[in-house]
């Protein structure tokens, strides 16, 4: 057990006496010392040189040629699992005995009292060295390194990309020190560093050899959203998305995984052949080349929708062969609107063929077409004279647009709403979205139009109103609508009339207002221009004048007697006379 190569045998010691066990002389004392003067000389707090006797999974053992052996836990050599019976270790004597008489010796504590030289000198001799990783931390890893703990940057750990960290702790793995920081005594370590300049012989090497078209496998190394890396053995080259599938491709994790091989064939790179364009699409045949052959113009078709834009949908028939429904295919409608009303991505649609080139590889598809166009028996459902229901669509300054059903549009004119009502603006009269009830006036096949009125549900009351208003009648109306030129009265027995503001004076001088409801007599009755011309003076001036005629025929003069010109008591001159009968004509004409 213990190291025998420096004992010197005691120079008075009779080997004979002892082993025939005759010397009885010997004192306890003096067997102590000769065992003693065997051993080697330790003191406390020094490094020394042991030798491994026994490692298991707790503890290892050390004899340093002391009269007992010490014992390390066997965590201080997680550094080296390589370590065996036989290995020389470091050791730092903690105690020469304790309470139990063990020597306490500790690996770590000698490591580290060599260990910033030891790691500078790996510095200084570019000298590869094993670590042990203890841990994560924030950007890498801490690693065991002669007993000090230095960073290993994430990104040194290998020159792949990591994923997961995780699976490295716990590990030993070899380094090389690649910064130090004397004031703060941090260590940063590098594995990246020992597998780079191979790589780069590696790298030259199929970089020399890269041709276009050549097909090469590799491994995915990183997924993008615009793309897949791949390595193809030291050299990275990108799969750009569009070169993943013929077909649309919008998360190339639906094409690949990380770590699969693949074949990819080599589209392009730059002089320096530094960036690599590769494909993976290229490597099968392109679909249009195997499409159907007997599929023609006409043919119905199903698919799902890939893309979609204002103007249209992108329908995928099959992985890599598109066709484009326009948005004037989706209706038989002629008001363009955008195609998200009519589909959505990832719809399954059904389709006619419209056009197909298989040597632009295009194809042109309609919707539409597989529903009847209306207008082809539109004089069958919509009739001239026929009754419907519309859907207000917009206003225009001299009507309102409305659809009667898909495709299918109608105008009814600003002067078709009411046979009463004038209308300034169709805004007054309904709302867009609303329900209105028409009447089919006039088809016009060629222009898909159809021309729809609203008044013509009932009967013309100007027919009516043509016996009633009669010039001279006198009815009840209310002033709705006051103007510089005159007045709107709504009439009681129905319509509208007008009166100018010298119609509107009342009898006592004051002008009628709005609101307010008066007698009025009718002037003037125009039909086919829908004119009612009213007066309320005339209701009270009138007989007011019938009055005058009355008394004045009781003053008349005898026939025998001469009339005074100039007869003061008749109340009347000649000029009075002339003035009355001018403004009797005036209102025999109307005005």
Same mark, same amino acid.
């Given at each position: 057990?213990?190291?025998?190569?420096?004992?010197?045998?005691?120079? @008075?010691?009779?080997?004979?006496?002892?082993?025939?066990?005759?010397?009885?002389?010997?004192?306890?004392?003096?067997?102590?010392?000769?065992?003693?003067?065997?051993?080697? $000389?330790?003191?406390?707090?020094?490094?020394?040189?042991?030798?491994?006797?026994?490692?298991?999974? *707790?503890?290892?053992?050390?004899?340093?040629?002391?009269?007992?052996?010490?014992?390390?836990?066997? !965590?201080?050599?997680?550094?080296?699992?390589?370590?065996?019976?036989?290995?020389?270790?470091?050791?730092?004597?903690? #105690?020469?005995?304790?309470?139990?008489?063990?020597?306490?010796?500790?690996?770590?504590?000698?490591?580290?009292?060599? !260990?910033?030289?030891?790691?500078?000198?790996?510095?200084?001799?570019?000298?590869?060295?094993?670590?042990?990783?203890?841990?994560?931390?924030?950007?890498?890893?801490?690693?065991?390194?002669?007993?000090?703990?230095?960073?290993?940057?994430?990104?040194?750990?290998?020159?792949?990309?990591?994923?997961?960290?995780?699976?490295?702790?716990?590990?030993?793995?070899?380094? =090389?020190?690649?910064?130090?920081?004397?004031?703060?005594?941090?260590?940063?370590?590098?594995?990246?560093?020992?597998?780079?300049?191979? %790589?780069?012989?590696?790298?030259?090497?199929?970089?020399?050899?890269?041709?276009?078209?050549?097909?090469?496998?590799?491994?995915?190394?990183?997924?993008?959203?615009?793309?897949?890396?791949?390595?193809?053995?030291?050299?990275?080259?990108?799969?750009?998305?569009?070169?993943?599938?013929?077909?649309?491709? !919008?998360?190339?994790?639906?094409?690949?995984?990380?770590?699969?091989?693949? #074949?990819?064939?080599?589209?392009?790179?730059?002089?320096?052949? *530094?960036?690599?364009?590769?494909?993976? $699409?290229?490597?099968?045949?392109?679909?249009?080349?195997? %499409?159907?052959?007997?599929?023609?113009?006409?043919?119905?078709?199903?698919?799902?929708?890939?893309?979609?834009?204002?103007?249209?949908?992108?329908?995928?028939?099959?992985?890599?062969?598109?066709?484009?429904?326009?948005?004037?295919?989706?209706?038989?409608?002629? &008001?363009?609107?955008?195609?998200?009303?009519?589909? &959505?991505?990832?719809?399954?649609?059904?389709?006619?063929?419209?056009?197909?080139?298989?040597?632009?590889?295009?194809?042109?598809?309609?919707?539409?077409?597989?529903?009847?166009?209306?207008?082809?028996?539109? @004089?069958?459902?919509?009739?001239?004279?026929?009754?419907?229901?519309?859907?207000?669509?917009?206003?225009?300054?001299?009507?309102?647009?409305?659809?009667?059903?898909?495709?299918?549009?109608?105008?009814? &004119?600003?002067?078709?709403?009411?046979?009463?009502?004038?209308?300034?603006?169709?805004?007054?009269?309904?709302?867009?979205?609303?329900?209105?009830?028409?009447?089919?006036?006039?088809?016009? =096949?060629?222009?898909?139009?159809?021309?729809?009125?609203?008044?013509? %549900?009932?009967?013309?009351?100007?027919?009516?109103?043509?016996?009633?208003?009669?010039?001279?009648?006198? &009815?009840?109306?209310?002033?709705?609508?006051?103007?510089?030129?005159?007045?709107?009265?709504?009439?009681?027995?129905?319509?509208?009339?007008?009166?100018?503001?010298?119609?509107?004076?009342?009898?006592?001088?004051?002008?009628?207002?709005?609101?307010?409801?008066?007698?009025? =007599?009718?002037?003037?009755?125009?039909?086919?221009? =829908?004119?009612?011309?009213?007066?309320?003076?005339?209701?009270?001036?009138?007989?007011?004048?019938?009055?005058?005629?009355?008394?004045? !025929?009781?003053?008349?003069?005898?026939?025998?007697?001469?009339?005074?010109? #100039?007869?003061?008591?008749?109340?009347?001159?000649?000029?009075?006379?002339?003035?009355?009968?001018?403004?009797?004509?005036?209102?025999?004409?109307?005005?």
């Amino acid at each position: 057990m213990s190291d025998l190569k420096n004992v010197q045998p005691l120079a @008075e010691f009779d080997w004979d006496e002892f082993e025939n066990g005759t010397n009885v002389n010997l004192s306890k004392e003096e067997l102590t010392k000769a065992y003693d003067e065997t051993l080697n $000389k330790v003191s406390e707090h020094q490094v020394t040189e042991g030798t491994v006797i026994s490692v298991d999974k *707790k503890e290892v053992i050390v004899n340093i040629g002391y009269k007992s052996d010490g014992i390390i836990p066997a !965590s201080e050599f997680r550094y080296n699992p390589d370590l065996k019976v036989g290995d020389k270790v470091e050791v730092y004597v903690e #105690n020469q005995e304790d309470k139990k008489g063990q020597l306490l010796l500790s690996h770590k504590k000698a490591r580290l009292s060599k !260990s910033w030289e030891r790691v500078n000198a790996a510095l200084d001799n570019e000298e590869i060295i094993q670590g042990y990783i203890k841990c994560r931390t924030k950007g890498g890893m801490i690693v065991d390194v002669f007993g000090i703990e230095a960073f290993l940057p994430g990104s040194q750990i290998d020159v792949h990309p990591i994923r997961d960290y995780d699976v490295f702790v716990g590990k030993t793995m070899e380094f =090389k020190v690649v910064k130090i920081n004397q004031e703060f005594r941090n260590v940063v370590v590098s594995h990246k560093a020992l597998i780079e300049a191979e %790589l780069e012989q590696q790298k030259k090497e199929i970089i020399s050899k890269l041709e276009k078209g050549q097909i090469l496998e590799g491994t995915v190394k990183n997924i993008t959203s615009y793309g897949v890396f791949v390595d193809l053995g030291g050299v990275d080259g990108l799969i750009h998305i569009t070169d993943l599938s013929w077909g649309r491709v !919008s998360d190339p994790h639906e094409v690949v995984t990380l770590d699969q091989k693949i #074949n990819v064939v080599i589209l392009d790179f730059d002089d320096e052949k *530094k960036r690599i364009a590769l494909g993976l $699409k290229q490597l099968t045949p392109h679909p249009w080349d195997a %499409l159907d052959s007997e599929l023609k113009v006409g043919d119905h078709v199903k698919g799902k929708v890939v893309v979609i834009a204002d103007y249209g949908a992108f329908v995928e028939i099959a992985p890599g062969v598109e066709g484009l429904i326009h948005v004037s295919e989706m209706s038989w409608s002629q &008001h363009l609107r955008s195609a998200q009303e009519f589909m &959505h991505v990832g719809d399954e649609v059904e389709a006619v063929i419209l056009t197909l080139d298989r040597d632009e590889r295009k194809m042109s598809l309609g919707i539409k077409q597989l529903k009847e166009d209306p207008w082809e028996t539109i @004089e069958v459902k919509y009739p001239v004279g026929s009754k419907h229901t519309a859907k207000v669509r917009n206003f225009t300054n001299f009507g309102i647009f409305v659809e009667l059903e898909e495709g299918v549009d109608g105008l009814i &004119h600003i002067s078709d709403l009411s046979w009463t009502k004038k209308v300034k603006h169709p805004s007054e009269f309904t709302q867009v979205g609303e329900a209105v009830d028409v009447v089919v006036l006039e088809i016009d =096949k060629e222009n898909r139009r159809l021309s729809l009125g609203h008044k013509q %549900l009932e009967d013309n009351p100007w027919d009516t109103y043509e016996t009633l208003y009669t010039p001279g009648s006198v &009815h009840k109306g209310k002033i709705t609508e006051m103007m510089d030129k005159g007045a709107v009265i709504a009439l009681n027995e129905g319509g509208e009339g007008f009166a100018t503001p010298k119609h509107l004076a009342k009898e006592d001088g004051t002008q009628a207002q709005l609101g307010e409801e008066l007698e009025f =007599k009718v002037i003037e009755f125009v039909k086919d221009t =829908k004119r009612i011309i009213l007066s309320h003076s005339r209701t009270f001036e009138e007989a007011k004048e019938e009055a005058k005629k009355a008394a004045r !025929s009781k003053r008349a003069p005898k026939k025998e007697e001469a009339p005074a010109i #100039n007869n003061v008591a008749a109340g009347t001159t000649l000029g009075d006379l002339d003035a009355l009968a001018e403004l009797k004509a005036k209102l025999e004409k109307g005005e």
